[in-house]
């Protein structure tokens, strides 16, 4: 494998920091799931930790390496699921942690981040505005500003979900991982790519924030103006140029799932695996719903990566 | 502590046969549901695994030691969840595996055994009628019959839960046990009083199938006419007196609570926590419902146990 950024000794380093409740998470076959999607289904599942995302495998690793010796205050920009960890893994190691989210972000994970006695700053804009007034925040106040997928302590926590699928017996054909700024995809994608190359690693974006996704087919940066999906968790514009360098290292495959797909794959989820999960948790059901005949046969593993979703735009939604 | 029929040395030993899918299951403080419930929460959660309950863990013990050195057929009487797993744990190993179950049994239940190859034969009552059938069945045709809480595996497998529980930290100083034949109560019960006794272990059942917990508190077997919960993995009615015994042994309380409890605690679950879980599996919230004061700054872990549910009911009850 070409090189990335991460290095899967360091991976390894990352688990030793994390608090184990975010680790070995379960990863089991769900049955009742196939009839309607035609092939071999497992889960890996991200949510059932203190934050309800896989976020906090990354912030543990930010925390942990601050409260050794770093500065005792850091910012973030979030959607919500970073900031919701990052707040967590703070608050547990007394540092001072701001996040920066758009006002319209999920109410749920605002109300959870304030809970959790993190400083909240809302921008009236989107997840990218909120990344520059993060920016801004840390070059004015000298504090550590964390940028998800580009710090490569995000990616290494989320590796670490990757060091647990290819530990897993039997093994599994193809991984389906939510792509957003990167950091699940690049770090799951190079464990995998590292030590199980034969399995096929397949991002998921939605067709409303496709920024990533054309960006890797064109093999060069692509931002769009604006994004247009529930997948709140993953809609952002502008990738990150190092992140994509080390997705087209990592990715088989990049694909794009329509809006009513992502809702169904949420509707499966909760009828058929008792799970209730944000939108960008169903991605990958949702990939197996627009294309049965490319994964018919084989054995899939999905991430489940986040259930936080406000119950009022779930029920609109899903109608459970 | 006085002996039980359950010795921990057994119990750890059973943690060797039984699938890793079962075991080590996530243990995690849910914030969200606290400002509800007064206390500190954790969720000790047993629906992540390819049954949606913990009663694979029995079953596994079941079948491994079947499939060592014992016949190659077998039955039981189930209220869906039990036969759902030892469908699983014997499809693996090349066991022929019988259920008996009530026609009024879960739907979805259903399903899934018939799904997993298990033959399904359905009698015209209860749940104690289906014992009945079963041991008929047993004898007749000479095949192993797996008594739930009586034969001492299913007890040992859900006490592996209680080693992951008292293994936990940080410590927690109630864990509420959903109570129906009582292998998850007696088993989870013995490991705790026996390794972390200043833990209170409190079961809980519905207050329409209350004879274990009638007779827990007259020290003697009392049976009931009729049950009468929507709480259908908990809903017995002859409570079986080694069950009893033990239950005498290892439990500080065991009380009733009402159906509107058990709902409110599956929407409780569902809004705050992500998950679609089974009446029986809402027992310990609906018991921090009805008695806040009792449990007001405490650390209290509940069960999850069971995530089988019709859809059309749990919509119906929830509203979800």
Redesign the interface.
Known sequence: MQETRLSTARIRAARQVIDP?FL?????????LEPALGCTVS?K?E????V?SFKGRGTEVVASRLAEHGPRAVVCASAGNLGQALAWSGRGRGLDVTVVASRFATEAKLD?IR??GAKLELVDGDHEMARERAAAIARDDGIRLVEDSLDIETCEGAATIGLELVDSVPSFDTVLIALGGGALATGVGHVVKALAPEVEVICVQPEGAPAMTRSWHGRRVVTTDSTDTIADGVAGRCPIPAVLDDLLVVADDAVLVQEASIIAGMRLL??HA????EPSAALGIAALLEDRDRFAGRHVVTIVCG?N?D?GAY?RWVG?
Chains 1, 2 share one sequence.
């Open positions: 409740v070995d998470t379960p990863l089991y076959r769900c049955e009742a889960i599942l949510t059932a930790n203190p309800r959870r809970a959790l909760h009828d008792g799970l209730v999960v259930s979703v119950m029920h459970r």
